[in-house]
T-cell receptor
Framework: AQTVTQSQPEMSVQEAETVTLSCTYD???????LFWYKQPPSRQMILVIR??????QNATENRFSVNFQKAAKSFSLKISDSQLGDTAMYFC???????????FGKGTSLLVTP | GAGVSQSPRYKVAKRGQDVALRCDPI?????LFWYQQALGQGPEFLTY????????KSGLPSDRFFAERPEGSVSTLKIQRTQQEDSAVYLC?????????????FGDGTRLSIL
């Protein structure tokens, strides 16, 4: 079984600053995919970024980037130049290569303050 | 529509009643997923369809939960004889194909409250 751990239940950052959200996972699989999803109060899960485990290069998407450390089973999300609209729950999720279901962590609530 | 559509957005039912939740996936998406999200938790997988075939229902909590996708597009999640522990947000997601790390696109969810 795969487990995903997000050790920070809540975080706060000032507008324009940088924040890093942590995620660790446990798996015996060698090929898998990792995701960060954002869930604002409207409830819709929005894909932020996706990483393929066999790619060493860290994924980036505009202000969002990841630090993927495969040996340490760590997958942190860095948000640069934080904006008020980044306020949301952030979920780390895992999918094995031969699977289809997403396995989510418990989430980190991020508050961006003016 | 452009995205995954779920209805109703909110549903309140008395314990023991049956409920039906609807999901209209993105047009052309072969795979459809249902997840249950308890308050303060991450979503948990319930079931998976590829076209009209239900390939995995291992996450359904009990035999009171039933899902179908008869024509390979719209799906319905039915909960019979609801109980208070069924209160949660039910999320539907779709993807072009299942697996291979395909991103899943989620709807707004249905918040179910059982009184």
């Amino acid at each position: 079984a795969q487990t995903v751990t997000q050790s920070q239940p809540e975080m706060s950052v000032q507008e324009a600053e940088t924040v890093t959200l942590s995620c660790t996972y446990d798996t015996s699989e060698s090929n898998y995919y990792l995701f960060w999803y954002k869930q604002p109060p409207s409830r819709q899960m929005i894909l932020v970024i996706r990483q393929e485990a066999y790619k060493q290069q860290n994924a980036t998407e505009n202000r969002f980037s990841v630090n993927f450390q495969k040996a340490a089973k760590s997958f942190s999300l860095k948000i640069s130049d934080s904006q008020l609209g980044d306020t949301a729950m952030y979920f780390c999720a895992f999918m094995i290569n031969s699977g289809y279901a997403l396995n989510f962590g418990k989430g980190t609530s991020l508050l961006v303050t003016p | 529509g452009a995205g995954v559509s779920q209805s109703p957005r909110y549903k309140v039912a008395k314990r023991g009643q049956d409920v039906a939740l609807r999901c209209d996936p993105i047009s052309g998406h072969v795979s459809l997923f249902w997840y249950q999200q308890a308050l303060g938790q991450g979503p948990e997988f319930l079931t998976y369809f590829q076209n009209e075939a239900q390939l995995d229902k291992s996450g359904l909590p009990s035999d009171r939960f039933f899902a179908e996708r008869p024509e390979g597009s719209v799906s319905t999640l039915k909960i019979q004889r609801t109980q208070q522990e069924d209160s949660a947000v039910y999320l539907c997601a779709s993807s072009v194909t299942g697996g291979e790390g395909q991103p899943q696109h989620f709807g707004d969810g249905t918040r179910l409250s059982i009184l």
